[in-house]
């Protein structure tokens, strides 16, 4: 298809012509503006053109009339979205939506410039889930556009941001395989480098854990997403007298389960294992699968609230606590 023959956007200057009257007049019917002295008749007609043709304001017809974007730009960095951040990123645009808001989110490694994407878009806040230059930041705030760190930030450089305290998901997993018996623990790490910024908090977590413990470091081991090499993995564990593993995340532990059962080593008899997430499979794993849940609804409402208080320019909502983490035990530990 060619650029000619690409549908054209419905304007306000297109359901004008239509119904026969200006588009000034077309603009205060849509627009709901008061004191105007328009027959309900026309207004009436116009709306009905409106509706017949599928005329929307644009975004930044919308930001021109009411002064502000409704528009809040979500930067995903170059991660995996499965359930977890699905979920939590339904739950922020419901969110959002309730306050008037509409959630755009664009991934990072799509190849566009950040700068063009916001200066297209004249959002009313951006969320960045990890670090941007100094200087993009800046010219964003300077747009008059709050922005937010709202999860991971290496340097620790900036303000209201939500620190999901995931060393704290490592311990949790740590302990609770060593309440129940296990003195050497293994760790699943996954393959995937993208994840590396949630990856090691974690297994810091599990290691602060085993040393509190008095138990040996945890033997760390790539669990790829693949059955036989999952097995491979099962396998070196069970020879080194590994008894529980705590994986990085459900996913990984679906994959230790597969090779498992591969490597004929029974769970949670020969090998105990806990995920993290609590994705819709894991009850339905074979046996159901022990994991840590984080409250995604938790964390996106209150990157919401960070969001509308920004705007409006209110301090920062409390951040969530330790206790939004918490173990969810099942059959497989």
């Known amino acids: 298809m060619s650029v000619d023959d690409r549908p054209k956007r419905v304007t306000s200057a297109d359901v004008a012509r239509e119904a026969g009257v200006s588009r000034t007049t ?124 709202a999860l991971l930030s290496p340097t620790g450089r900036r303000h209201s941001e939500l620190l999901v305290p995931q060393q704290r998901i490592g311990r949790v997993q740590a302990e609770h395989l060593a309440a129940t018996g296990h003195r050497l623990i293994g760790y699943a790490y996954p393959d995937d480098p993208r994840v590396k910024g949630f990856a090691e908090p974690r297994l810091e977590g599990v290691r602060t854990a085993c040393a509190e413990l008095g138990l040996d470091a945890p033997v760390v081991r790539t669990v790829p997403m693949d059955a036989e090499a999952a097995a491979d993995a099962v396998r070196a564990w069970v020879a080194e007298g590994v008894t529980g593993v705590c994986a990085y995340n459900d996913d990984v532990a679906l994959a230790v389960l597969a090779g498992t059962r591969i490597a004929g080593v029974a769970v949670p008899g020969d090998l105990a294992l806990v995920g993290v997430d609590d994705i819709p499979a894991a009850p339905f794993a074979s046996p159901p699968l022990t994991t840590v849940d984080t409250e995604q609804g938790v964390i996106a409402e209150y990157i919401a609230a960070i969001v509308t208080r920004a705007i409006s320019g209110k301090p920062a909502p409390r951040r969530p606590g330790s206790d939004i983490v918490h173990l969810i035990r099942r059959e497989s530990a």
Request: glycine share 8%.
């Open 26 to 149: 077309v603009s205060y019917v849509l627009n709901g503006t008061p004191h105007q002295k328009i027959p309900e008749a026309t207004q009436q007609r116009i709306l009905d053109v409106a509706e017949r043709l599928g005329y929307a304001p644009s975004a930044a017809a919308r930001a021109l009339r009411s002064g502000r974007s409704d528009v809040v730009l979500c930067l995903l960095p170059d991660w995996p979205i499965g359930p977890a951040m699905g979920s939590l990123l339904e739950t922020l645009s419901t969110s959002l939506a309730a306050e008037g808001l509409t959630l755009y989110a664009h991934p990072r490694a799509a190849g566009r410039p950040v700068s063009a994407v916001w200066r297209s878009l004249g959002p009313a806040a951006v969320v960045l889930w990890d670090e941007l230059d100094d200087s993009e930041i800046a010219a964003m705030r300077s747009a008059g556009i709050a922005v937010t760190v």
